[in-house]
């Protein structure tokens, strides 16, 4: 039983991010656009890691066996998924399959193999947050780098990842959440409904993310800066014009 898992850099600044970012840095600045591909190669690994270490932590030695219970990236990234992450804002890693027949309680084990996911982007967004504060707070760094950049990016699209990801619409991973509280006969249509028309309704409402500039994921990205101000005690919007400036 998969557990794919979209990832979204749109919303807000994102949008320009996510459309123009990378390739302004790949034609005027190339190794800030590497510091954006590693960020993203990191954020997608530890994430697609995370779910296979706690399906094995909880039994499960599906993903194990299919080698997905490591951090190199070439063994969750889906090329297709990364290329459109780049180009669009929107893109996918590689499911990480389990069998929730070897789980211990397969109820609530499996939505432990779904929230680990984002809950990995939440502690290495809080570890890229305190770095930079450490860093510039004792003037080791004293101006924007590319060490500095490459921190923020990683703090900012795993917050992004994080809250895209625990949407409860299916196939993403709050999805599992979902499921697992509402699972009483009585909501057999909404869990139906969310099966069918869940990637439907994701899917247009990325593309309108897309092609507009419109911040349909608000509940998203407001959050995601939110979160991003609280860890690293400044304004991470001003820090991101900061960034796009120096391009």
């Keep these: 039983m998969p557990y794919p898992d979209g990832v979204l850099t749109s919303g807000g600044c994102f949008d320009t991010l996510a459309a123009s970012m990378f390739l302004q840095f790949l034609l005027s600045s190339p ?67 389990f069998n929730p027949y070897n789980l211990k309680n397969p109820k609530w084990d499996a939505v432990a193999i779904a929230l680990a996911g984002p809950a990995s982007n939440l502690i290495i967004a809080a570890i890229a947050a305190i770095a930079i504060r450490v860093l510039v707070g004792t003037q080791v760094i004293t101006e924007l780098n590319l060490l500095i950049i490459f921190l923020f990016l990683v703090l900012l699209l795993n917050l992004f990842l994080m809250f895209f990801n625990i949407i409860p619409v299916h196939p993403l991973d709050g999805s599992k959440l979902f499921f697992a509280l509402f699972d009483a006969p009585k909501y057999a249509r909404a869990r139906a409904w969310l099966l069918q028309w869940g990637p439907n309704v994701l899917f247009a409402l990325v593309m309108i993310s897309i092609i507009s500039n419109f911040d349909v994921f608000f509940f998203v990205s407001l959050p995601a800066y939110a979160t991003c101000d609280a860890l690293l005690g400044e304004s991470c919007g001003a820090f991101f014009g900061a960034i796009l400036s120096t391009i």
Excluded at 37 to 59: K, W
Excluded at 67 to 92: C, E, K, Q, V, Y
């Design 31 to 97: 190794m800030f656009a590497f510091a954006w591909v590693l960020a993203i190669l990191l954020s997608l690994t530890v994430h697609e890691f995370s779910h296979a270490l706690v399906g094995r932590v909880r039994g499960d030695k599906t993903a194990e066996r299919e080698g997905r219970l490591t951090l190199n990236p070439l063994s969750h990234i889906d090329p297709f998924g990364f290329i459109a992450m780049l180009l669009f804002g929107f893109g996918w890693a590689k499911p990480v399959p």
